[in-house]
């Protein structure tokens, strides 16, 4: 696999795409989403795995976002996602709110190849006026009226993540979160940042192999060294929660946001420019 | 009225760890405990630091998750009946146990947007008991009807369901819930059943006189403010800074 | 997690069970079912995931077994499973035929929690005519006519296999052999042997926690010291393959196969008095 | 006929090999081989030794197996469309080119009794293209049609399927399938026409003049001695032994 920098992974996502990502606690793509800010994306239609936090709120209010599937979008401890809320009641994005194992169902039957997958639950929420794309049916396996939902395949266009590792062959160590091995499986294409590249086949070693993703569902590695800052990766390091403070606060505003960006994303030359 | 040193959150949790005892309930082998759920997570580390037979399973410690199938685990968990309890909040809570994690106004919170559903719409029907846990006590969250249903506490029948609402601990009370409505079950110094009359939107049942909601024991505090904290705050370090005044030195706690 | 021994374990297998059991490249759990065939257990319902080998095959020989669910038994290398073939043809065992994705997708609809999962393909096979308890529907989600077979949810009520190590709390490390995880959360007991105890958490562990199934899932570990032999184990040793040979070669006639159990399945009394 | 040296085993395996680089059919990027698969293993790494750009999924290598989902994650990949190209055999084989897993006589093999249909019933149907294997060449193999049908050749309109057999190669020839019936493309060395008919149940069309199989070239040989040996033998270390007198001298490599 021939490794390429950050901005050129960033430029590999067109606008309009379906972008898959993991939430706060889960190798969030940071460093990734910094750079498709600075390449100036546009009409993103996010989903969050199951949920979405900083990246999706970071992206929306860059302006990158038309639209947000996802079971919640929050800051944890932080707070709310400012962004999230006034672009909504700005109208500037729309939202197709689910639930965690929805999210998780869907992936999975595209994950199996086939077109829906049935989960228990949720009927009784108004969720499910809210997705013409769901349908109620009655068990058919069930000798009594048993109704239950069947979600529709869910296959992004692009997932993109920030894991501890990869390898020369494309092979991505995520460790237990392994929701990502069913995202990548899930998806069309599948982008990765890394904190290192190692010189081993991940594949080849039994103790980290269980951990490992296949590169053949990776279509691309950029080295992004604290690629997850602000968000903490694993037991590589912890979250930053000042950042996230200083962040929660300034994206209350426009204004605030716009700082926030000409601070820590945008680069040296537009910072000087602002 | 409040013994000096005993902090509301302490009575909180300690409110929330005797319903999760309650011999009446069904048993509590293992409970999961989602996302920012402080006061839940430490009920149930407070539960098993009595010495209780129970499993935790603790969604959002940054190391040492005790999955391994990734977030689906959970979900998965409680489709298979192995979860006995979980602890579910809302935006807006009403008298039939309906939870609303969405916004109010109309679908998706055109008044005021909330986070959304997260799992609840899967979590509340899937677990023989949840506790709902809401600290604000106002007409503003708890509403005679939700504008909107992320989880509903009652399904019709023929909807496959193992359990609903057992109790919702507020910052003022504890009501018990019977599958069809709530009961004032218990009242946080301070408080009088015209209090909570006066700040709760749904109507409820009230008993002939409702008792004082239990201190925590001194038993209780030692372990609240030494082990308790201390599996709680690599997780919620802000939570633990503010309610026991625990600094953290360890970076890599943080 | 009281640890306790082979016997112990096996004596926890009532009678008429329906037991799973992996194939012989996925850490087959042979020391149990040597235990079993001393302990003379019977009218098992095994289940193969998704094939069945050796151990199947000497658990039918031995007279445990009223009936197999799988997608295969074979001896590998070896040839074709000689007790199977030949208890079917006596009409002492039934068989019912599947297909390896189709006990996969039964198994993951248990651990989901859900009555059944739809998978592709398989339409067409005179498999389907011979499970009246699948069932093809029409897929809901498709603008035209697309037949789609639904496998109903599969819970044995116990899973065995053979792990590399436990640790004191029950979590079990089986590696890349997740569809081991997928039967553990599935199966209503979960019964394992390993070759050690380790004295560290595997969950707390960020290297070991993505090969490891919680112990919430199991019920009992018993420590086994090459407890896969005949069969291989990962990494840790080899399969016979003499062994194999003169399994495959002794189990062609019922003497044979009395041959061998006396030599390496029966207790030393036996032995002797045989 | 039979140029010296060179094993019918070594023939076969470079048949399939150039059935996989068959520029006519669709691309094979990534091919899995199952279970008990010698030959087909052996032309897939014949045809990445070659130097093609071809990612080789190997399911039973004791080690170093390419799966992190357990064995379920073949299924997968095919229901994905993730594999191009796959391997199937069968006890029986039809000229619609159904395959017996199963058994002979009524379900369940009341006759002879196979070992079962493994993941045929699915693979089939989910790989764009698949090519039969079946080292013997007999009526008893090759029949009119099946006694029970593990894996169907051919599926009804409304039926999802990605594609079916490509070609059968046997013992004595190889054999190309259109989507409807077979038709002789080759004969190996010693065969003749009326050979292949008098061993072959089924009906199946021949062209004017059927060449024959052509012989494995002296690099093809090469590569297959040296580095296709070398990355078999941990798995068919018995199929080296007798096809290459390749002893195994690492223990733990059987």
Redesign the interface.
Known sequence: MPQIDLDQLAAGVPDGAMLALPPDNSLSPAAFAHALVRRGVRGLRLLGVPVSGYVTDLLIGAGCVQSVHTSAVTLGEAGTAPRFVAALAAGRITVTDSTCPAIHTGLQAAEKGVPFMPLRGVIGSDLVAHRPDWKVMDNPFADHPDAILLIPALSPDIAAFHAVCADPHGNVYVGRRRELATLAHAAKRTLVTVERIVDFNLLEDERMAPGTINGLYVENVAVAARGAWPIGLLDEYPLDAAHFAEYAKLARTEDGFRTYLERHVLPPAAQAAA | MTPAGIAPAERLITAIARLILDPAAPPAR?IAVG??SAIPAAASWLVKKLGHDV?L?LL?R????????????L????????IDLFFLGGGQIDGQANLN??GTGN???TGA?F????????????TPRTILFREEHTKRVLVPRVD?????G????????RGTAQALVTGKCVFTFDGAAFTLASLHPGETEASIRAATGFDYATSAQTPETADPTEAELALLRGPVCDEMHAT????CRRVWGRETTD????
Chains 1, 3 share one sequence.
């Not at chain 2, 909107?148 to 509903?152: L, Q, V, Y």
């Not at chain 2, 970076?251 to 943080?254: C, D, I, K």
């Open positions: 293992h996302a920012a499993r399973s959002h940054p190391t040492g998750n005790p999955f391994t199938e990734g977030t689906r685990e979900f998965d968990l409680a489709g298979q009946g192995r994690l969405i679908w998706p919170g947007r986070p959304g559903s997260f799992g609840s719409a899967f979590m509340y029907l899937m909107n249903i992320s989880a509903p009652i399904s019709a029948p023929g909807v496959f369901r919620y370090p802000e939570f970076r890599n706690a943080a």
